[in-house]
């Protein structure tokens, strides 16, 4: 990658990481607002409070999106910062799970199931990890558009004659 | 047996008078600040036992407020609160005397055991 693409990247990258730490931050608002909630629920008297448990109910549900939602701001934050480093000391089994989370929204605008297996023990290598991450999400986007409905993927990294490779298992595919 | 005295230091107004709110409810003894100036001045009039600082701050960043609080008394322990993708401020924070850290949004019950871990730590 030449030194102006790298820039470009790194200012999507700058931008996207700051974006996610002020949604971070709105979140832990949102959860700690949640959890003062569920605090004085606690301590209330049920028969103090009509429908109880009806706030309880939505208050969980409210805090299962909060941790959806942090489970995704972290997953994006991880991706903003990929270009931090180049080349970087990159564990193949992290960049695996986190691909297979980051294109799950793909996948399942498919019908596909997308999951990773980490390798035992974990592969690490030295490379640029943006052009890794490219080539793991372009061989998604390639397997997605071949496989049918219903189907799933599996990424793992193996290591094979001193090289470390990308593998796929591919269930009910049928239109390769 | 005496309630814990935390300082809790965050830009974020909302979250952290919230937080003090819940800290408060098990029984602990919870100020605020803002910013790392009135942190090190209610540190210098009324010392904490645990302060709970937030690494990304305007003005004194967590880093530099930790160094002077640890220079003002080494004994008052420190929990910072880094974002994601920050861990290593984390660690060097620990490396300049903090206690420990943990990544935001948190886990209040994992923050009540931090505080009680670091209130033993003093004595």
Redesign the interface.
């Known amino acids: 990658m030449n030194n102006l693409k790298r820039r470009e990247v790194a200012f999507f990258g700058k931008i996207t990481?700051g974006v996610?730490?002020e949604i971070?931050?709105i979140?832990?608002?949102i959860?700690?607002?949640s959890?003062?909630m569920e605090?004085?629920l606690e301590?209330t008297d049920n028969n103090a409070f009509p429908h109880k448990d009806k706030f309880i109910k939505s208050l969980n549900r409210v805090n299962g999106q909060?941790q959806r939602g942090?489970d995704i701001?972290?997953r994006l934050?991880?991706f903003?910062?990929s270009p931090d480093h180049c080349p970087a000391n990159l564990d193949l089994n992290e960049i695996t799970e986190q691909m297979a989370l980051l294109a799950s929204r793909f996948a399942r605008l498919k019908n596909i199931v997308l999951e990773s297996d980490p390798s035992d023990p974990p592969l690490n290598i030295k490379s640029d990890p943006i052009w890794l991450i490219m080539a793991l999400f372009e061989s998604i986007e390639i397997l997605l558009g071949v496989i049918d409905s219903g189907g799933k993927i599996i990424l793992s990294s193996q290591k094979k004659q001193n090289r470390c490779v990308y593998s796929r298992k591919i269930h009910k595919c049928i239109n390769l | 047996m005496d309630r814990i005295k935390i300082l809790l230091v965050d830009d974020?107004h909302?979250?952290v008078t919230?937080?003090a709110?819940?800290l408060e409810?098990r029984n602990m003894k919870a100020t605020i600040a803002m910013d790392g100036e009135t942190a090190l001045g209610h540190i210098e009039n009324d010392p904490p036992q645990v302060v709970v600082l937030d690494v990304?701050m305007p003005g004194l960043g967590g880093l530099e407020v930790l160094e002077k609080i640890k220079a003002i008394d080494s004994k008052i322990q420190v929990i910072l609160l880094t974002?994601?993708?920050a861990t290593k401020d984390g660690i060097r924070g620990m490396q300049l005397g903090a206690f420990d850290y943990l990544i935001?949004?948190?886990d209040?019950e994992e923050l009540v055991k931090k505080l009680n871990e670091a209130v033993k730590g003093m004595i």
């Open positions: 990481a996610t730490h971070n931050n979140l832990a608002i959860q700690e607002s959890g003062l605090d004085i301590i909060i942090i701001v972290a934050n991880w903003a910062h | 974020e909302e979250f919230t937080l709110e819940r409810l990304m974002g994601h993708g935001k949004p948190i209040i």
